[in-house]
């Protein structure tokens, strides 16, 4: 059975710093992305990750402060978030799919097969 927990979220203020985790179990997935979603709005992309690092994806709303990464002997995924704005504020989940890694459908939530529960990340002005 696979199972996808977030880790790491919280409450901090503009310009402070969060590493959100997501721990899989269950198997191993070629692709591990972050979206979000903010009170209202539709679940947005984040980041994205191949298997062997060597390539990621970043929305233009994060790119140069987020960065995304992983640690296959532990199967976990991991969101850097640096100089964060209260725009960031959203519920944050981490999503795998066993595809291989194309950029093709990769901003989809419907790309991705498995979802993790979530964890709230607020940031106060």
């Known amino acids: 059975q696979v199972q996808l927990v977030e880790s790491g979220g919280g409450l901090v203020q503009a310009g402070g710093s969060l590493r959100l985790s997501c721990a899989v179990s269950?198997?191993?997935?070629?692709?591990m992305g972050w979206f979000r979603q903010a009170p209202g709005k539709e679940r947005d992309f984040v980041a994205v990750i191949s298997w062997g690092a060597g390539s990621t994806y970043y929305a233009d709303s994060v790119k140069g402060r987020f960065t995304i990464s992983r640690d296959n002997a532990k199967n976990t995924v991991y969101l850097q978030m640096n100089s964060l704005k209260p725009e960031d504020t959203a519920v944050y989940y981490c999503a795998v799919h066993g595809r291989p890694f194309a950029l093709a459908g990769m901003r989809s939530p419907r790309s991705y097969d498995y979802w993790g529960q979530g964890t709230q990340v607020t940031v106060s002005s």
């Open positions: 269950g198997r191993t997935f070629n692709t």
